[in-house]
């Protein structure tokens, strides 16, 4: 079937006034940046609540669908056929034809449902919906009309040319990125970090990243696959801001000074206030994290609440409530799983205590941070300067 139309449909009850325009612009804005390396020439534009994709060329439908399913914000995806209107008696014809060539298999229930915008068209909206349902009911002997749960409902829509769809393939849900301001990511090369960056730009937040790695400890490889993850994430929330800092002299200097029980809670705690960094600077509203209660000894409610000390700006972890597997299954719809599971040696892995404190007590913990001295500002002040920034589209 050649499709000549996307029409695309958003949800998010509640967007009204000014809020409804501020949403509509952003969505059109990622539709255009989700096709444009989709082969095919495509006009984006909104009318009347929905947006459309007019693709009168050559294209390739199917790397355009697959791209329409990552943009948040739309609800659903119809490939819709455009047809001239040459008459009632043509399109009678044509819808027929449609049906035949879109369902080989013709044991279902349908019905038509119209709208008519050309007011001047001969027939009102009843009619041209009972008339064309007679001609599909005439054409196939194996179809039956049900108005209240039909499994396909053909949709005709009259404007200067007849629009014609009946398929409705799920989007991605949430709002446009971009109509919720900006958040820093802390990205690892494990499974969680990406699934929660996916989550909170689902809402609508753009999203920039920090990636803390050892060298020579952690490898250039276990680099490649967070650039690989933040490639994959940027797929839903566009281009990704990536600070790769070096933590190597941080993470020694602290394994030398601090008990090691407690390292695990004292790197991350430097994580926050680096990543903080970046974030203030770049107008970045929040951090986001991977983590969830209780999955690992530097996710207790005692850890958490370590970690969060150190931070001014909100921490946002989608992930909290989650057990392990419902997090695989969203890596697994958002193609991150496979990625995070290569085995390379995360920064935090390679220094881990045997025994790390489950429960450590803030006011000890800051204690052991005061060991760390002025050498650790100026080693924090050094990896902020030397940290790598690479733009992932
Ligand atoms: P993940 O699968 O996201 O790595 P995890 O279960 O391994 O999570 P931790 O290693 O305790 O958990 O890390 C908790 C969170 O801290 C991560 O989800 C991530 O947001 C952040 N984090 C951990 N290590 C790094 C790192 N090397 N660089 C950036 N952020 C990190
Ligand atoms: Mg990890």
Known sequence: MRFH?????????????????????????????????????????????????????????????????????????????????????????????????????????????????????????????????EAILEAFPEIRVDVHHPDVTVNIEVRDEVYVYSQIIPGAGGMPVGTNGKAMLLLSGGIDSPVAGYMVSKRGVGIEATYFHAPPYTSERAKQKVIELAQKIAEYSGPIKLHVVNF???????????????????????MMRIAEHFARKDGCLGLITGESIGQVA???MQSLAATNDVCTLPVYRPLIGFDKQEIVDVAEKI????????????CCTIFVAKHPVTKPNIDVIRRSEERLDEKIDALVSEAVSTAEILDIK
């Open 5 to 133: 139309t996307f029409l695309l449909k958003y949800g998010e009850i509640g967007i009204k006034g000014k809020n409804r325009y501020l949403f509509e612009d952003a969505l059109v804005r990622q539709v255009r940046y989700a096709l444009k390396d989709v082969p095919g020439e495509f006009k984006v534009y909104k009318k009347q609540a929905r947006i459309y994709v007019d693709c009168d060329g050559e294209y390739d439908y199917e790397e355009a669908a697959q791209q329409l399913k990552k943009v948040f914000g739309l609800v659903g995806i119809c490939p819709v056929v455009r047809l001239t209107d040459k008459g009632f008696d043509e399109l009678k014809k044509d819808v027929v034809s449609y049906m035949d060539e879109m369902y080989e298999d013709k044991a279902f229930t349908f019905k038509v449902e119209s709208r008519r915008s050309r007011k001047t068209y001969p027939k009102n909206s009843m009619e041209i919906s009972r008339d064309l349902g």
């Open 248 to 270: 190597t002299d941080i993470q020694l200097y602290i394994y030398d000074q601090c008990p090691h029980d407690e390292l695990t809670i004292l790197m991350r705690r430097y």
């Open 298 to 300: 530097s996710q207790t």
């Open 335 to 346: 193609d991150t799983y496979e990625t995070s599971i290569q085995p390379f040696e995360d």
